[in-house]
């Protein structure tokens, strides 16, 4: 049974009221309602070049693939820290470049801004010495990669923007022969980037002709690759989630797919003024599930083995909106995003961008990891793979998510609050493991002091346990804020590039978990041991 009372209180903060109330987080503990990768964060690197602007804006300096700065320390410690992330390689421009090929003497030169070309830039081209140098950060960063590969190539896209003709492949077998040459791992190959359905961008190809299409690379993989005990996964289409396509692209491709990538940004364009807003609208963030449970669902319909991935999310199009999208206050969204995603057997979400924009993990001029850098470390730290149902009673302000944790056999609870100027004291109530009731850390009184819970019977603890707590505050309360509070301390990288320890504080199992008014909580409690984690 649930404790729902809803007690009142007033303190004083900075001159501000403040409310206290109580809230209750119900784990279902029993059997996983999805499985994540136990890589699921990933992040992607684009080809975007420098006059890449927006509304004004040109937030790209040099984080294209084809110029970034790979000796920085920041970045290589930033990517290393995770053991593994993966990272894919694309993004709009990717069905714009070619792949250098040695002897045919053809010149291999970067894109450039023309608006008399699709997309808006000329024709790109990546040269075999900077996939080489790519491939040695890869490798000294420990990354798994993703890499886009150019759909459009060989195919004739008409006025109306429909692409006509199959893909011609030999490009980018030239690409994974070299690749395989040279020892380079890949984590997967994935055809095209957003020319699939209603919203496709600068081109479209028709849902059966990228079956086929997917089938050669499917036979290119399989033929390459061949004696090789793990192969790359084959991953399409990389676009924004149309019901009919999807479901039509699907059925084609039943046996030749890995993985079905979609992309989201559904808090719509970097010039809307309303992005805060709707960030912390809980109501907004909930009609965020609706392209993850459409997914799952065509996926299960169709009866593929096929599993779902988000390959780009940015929040806001169009590069992001800078102190929004590379702010604390985007870590609201993106957490909600993983909880949500995971929660429908996503298996991989890939944020736009690893650097690049305004929406990167880091600042495109500096390296220095934004706050949602920190967010995405977290959780690829302390959220395992299994997902478990949770449901939070007590405010609507209060986003819940839990996974059996990686790092004991307890579980890891993420508690997102997007309510200004109210504390949520919150007890956690699971099934009991031996299936005989629930078990619960119960708030006895609400007062502005801290107080004690009790645990029933049947999993008393002694008051030697306690759970571990990552709190994380925009610096001074702004959630405009670039700097990020981990318990109370600034998170920043050391002189020599190296990445913040990020230690938990300690607290008893028996105290409610405070979450304070537009705060994030990960609260990893090993003891709490329950069926679907053992």
Request: hydrophobic share 35%; aromatic share 8%.
């Amino acid at each position: 049974m649930f404790v729902n009372r809803s007690v009142l209180a007033a303190s004083q903060k900075a001159g501000e009221s403040r409310r206290v109330i109580s809230g209750s987080v119900f784990v279902n503990g029993t059997s996983a309602i999805g499985t994540t990768d136990e890589n699921f964060i990933c992040a992607t690197l684009d080809w975007w070049p420098p006059d890449k602007c927006d509304f004004g804006t040109c937030s790209w300096g040099k984080a294209s693939l084809l110029n970034l700065d790979l000796e920085n320390p920041i970045l290589l410690n930033a990517v290393k820290a995770f053991s593994p992330l993966k990272i894919r390689l694309g993004g709009t421009l990717q069905d714009r470049v070619i792949y250098e090929t040695k002897g045919d003497g053809k010149p291999c030169t970067s894109s450039v801004t023309d608006s008399s070309q699709l997309l808006g830039f000329s024709q790109g081209c990546l040269p075999m010495s900077r996939w080489d140098e790519l491939n040695v950060f890869f490798r000294k960063a420990g990354a798994l990669v993703v890499f886009g590969l150019n759909a459009l190539n060989g195919r004739t896209v008409g006025p109306n923007g429909n692409a006509v003709g199959a893909w011609n492949s030999s490009n980018a077998e030239s690409l994974l022969r070299y690749t395989v040459n040279n020892g380079f791992k890949i984590h997967g190959w994935e055809l095209g980037n957003e020319l699939c359905g209603s919203n496709s961008i600068g081109a479209f190809v028709a849902p059966d002709q990228y079956a086929s299409d997917v089938e050669t690379l499917h036979n290119l993989v399989q033929t390459i690759y061949k004696g090789f005990e793990v192969k790359p996964l084959v991953i399409a289409p990389g676009g924004f989630l149309d019901i009919n396509w999807f479901t039509e692209f699907i059925k084609k491709a039943p046996n030749s797919l890995q993985a079905v990538t979609q992309h989201i940004y559904n808090l719509g364009g970097a010039d809307n003024n309303n992005l805060t807003g709707e960030i912390l609208d809980p109501n907004y963030l909930q009609g965020g599930s609706h392209s993850f449970s459409n997914l799952q669902q065509i996926l299960k319909n169709s009866g593929s083995s096929a599993v779902a991935w988000v390959g780009e999310a940015g929040g806001a199009h169009s590069s992001g909106r800078n102190l929004v999208s590379n702010a604390f206050v985007d870590s609201f969204w993106y957490l909600d995003q993983l909880g949500m995603a995971a929660s429908y057997d996503t298996k991989t979400y890939c944020r736009q961008t690893l650097i690049g924009g305004n929406y990167g993990l880091l600042n495109t001029a500096t390296f220095v990891p934004n706050p949602d850098y920190y967010s995405a470390l977290l959780w690829h730290r302390l959220m395992g793979s299994k997902v478990l149902f949770t449901n939070f009673t007590g405010t609507n302000n209060i986003r819940a998510y839990a996974h059996c944790s990686k790092q004991s056999k307890g579980i890891t609870l993420l508690l997102i609050n997007v309510d200004a100027d109210t504390r949520v004291e919150v007890s956690v109530s699971t099934e009991n493991p031996t299936g005989n009731g629930t078990s619960s850390m119960k708030l006895q009184e609400k007062t502005e002091r801290l107080s004690f819970g009790r645990m029933s019977r049947c999993c008393k603890s002694s008051s030697k346990d306690m759970r571990e707590e990552y709190h994380l505050k925009a610096k001074d309360g702004d959630l405009q804020s670039q700097t990020v509070l981990l318990n109370d301390k600034v998170l920043t990288v050391s002189s020599s590039g190296e990445i913040p320890s990020m230690k938990p504080k300690q607290v008893s199992v028996s105290d409610p978990i405070r979450v304070d008014p537009f705060s994030i909580v990960f609260s990893h409690i090993p003891s709490l041991k329950l069926p679907a984690c053992t």
